[in-house]
């Protein structure tokens, strides 16, 4: 069986990619493609974690189910196993080729031994393996990782692009390619071009000879922010700490929902200034290979006329706080609804006698009133967390 191993590069439509591939994960195995389920149901995290040294409690870990060095010693031990078996199982059901993916094999992987391990894991699995990067050029990957960054509990200040450097292995796409040619071997690579070429699901379809009217049509995920959306969710850091404040993820919802008319732009001059930094190892990586130019890895440069507009990142003006404040309220608001309407399709699933649907909306529930402040000790909490105590206790005795 051959392996089709995409590791990115980030901002490359990864997340799309992979749930396109977990979304028409039986209708491929249909076309003798695995889109495999046993390093992860979308992204496949544990390729990436399987080769790391220690337990580290990353939020990584955590969704993968690691939660202490006891978790992080079993995962070690059983997922060789556990990948063997689904190629085993695929291979027995006539699959020719399998997919894994994972973009945080680019960022997460600056060392030539750790990719070693992964290939030391591989090779004894598969006839022959295909390692797909998108390369992407780099003043877009940086642009575009403000509105992903923008999604956490971090700030985005207008000298966020200033991270973009040759100096930094995320960015620096001569260093990715040398790494990973001098494990896998250099004819193992393929590169494409983000900007110029077929995305990954185009690329897979055309290079798998896939009948694409039999799959379902992919969606496009992490799209760009809005620099004035950017801004808000600056302005609540600003005047909260916001670290554990579990009422924000609504709030990222209600900013993407806006719509995105200003995306960020640090104008011509300093779009111009970052991306120059990389002519020399650009060129070089050209110059290596046969399925990149420069040319590639230049941006359209229409995209950052003007002076741009990352000076609107600073959240200084006078109603930032109370912005920040009519905001997580509205999140908490949000919060309360979603749990509310989570309880109530569970409870009458189980009124009609259906506990075993019913189950896993009490799961969701559960997750939902962890993004409630306070939510249990908080005096108007209370009927939600008398719901829930009782929609636990009659779904124990169904």
């Not at 699995?125 to 780099?138: A, E, K, N």
């Not at 919802?253 to 011509?268: M, V």
Request: net charge neutral; charged share 25%; with cysteine.
């Amino acid at each position: 069986m051959d392996l089709f191993l995409h590791i990115g590069t980030e901002k490359t439509g990864s997340t799309s990619f992979q749930v396109w591939g977990a979304q028409n994960r039986d209708a491929l195995r249909r076309q003798g493609i695995c889109y495999a389920r046993a390093p992860g149901e979308t992204a496949h995290l544990d390729t990436y974690l399987w080769t790391l040294d220690n337990f580290s409690g990353s939020r990584d870990q955590t969704r993968r189910g690691i939660a202490n060095v006891e978790d992080w010693a079993a995962f070690r031990r059983t997922f060789p196993d556990r990948l063997s078996a689904e190629i085993s199982a695929a291979e027995a059901d006539g699959c020719t080729a399998c997919i894994l993916s994972c973009e945080l094999l680019h960022s997460r992987l600056p060392q030539e031994d750790l990719i070693g391990r992964l290939h030391h894991l591989l090779v004894p699995l598969f006839d022959r393996i295909t390692v797909l990067c998108w390369l992407r050029p780099q003043i877009d990957v940086v642009v575009s990782h403000m509105s992903t960054v923008s999604r956490t509990h971090a700030a985005v200040r207008p000298e966020f692009v200033n991270r973009a450097t040759p100096a930094s292995a995320y960015y620096n796409y001569e260093d990715l390619v040398d790494r990973w040619s001098t494990v896998f071997g250099p004819d193992a690579l393929c590169l494409i071009p983000y900007r110029t070429g077929p995305d990954p699901i185009a690329y897979i379809c055309d290079r798998l000879q896939l009948d694409p009217t039999a799959l379902r049509p992919a969606r496009r995920m992490n799209t760009p922010r809005d620099i004035r959306s950017i801004r808000i969710a600056n302005s609540v850091r600003y005047a909260f700490s916001v670290e554990g404040h579990a009422a924000v993820d609504y709030l990222h919802d209600i900013l993407d929902a806006l719509p995105c008319t200003d995306p960020p732009n640090p104008g011509h001059a300093l779009a111009r200034e970052v991306q120059n930094a990389f002519a020399d190892s650009n060129a070089r990586l050209a110059g290596k290979r046969d399925d990149i130019m420069a040319q590639d890895l230049e941006p359209d440069w229409s995209r950052y006329a003007g002076e741009g507009n990352l000076h609107l990142l600073n959240p200084d003006d006078d109603m930032a706080g109370h912005l920040a404040a009519l905001l997580l309220q509205a999140s908490r608001r949000e919060a309360a609804l979603d749990l509310r309407l989570k309880l109530l399709r569970a409870e009458t699933l189980l009124e009609k006698g259906q506990p075993e649907t019913a189950r896993p909306l009490l799961a969701k529930a559960e997750r939902a009133a962890t993004r409630i402040p306070d939510f249990d000790s908080a005096e108007q909490t209370k009927p939600l967390r008398r719901r829930l105590r009782q929609l636990a206790r009659r779904l124990n005795g169904a």
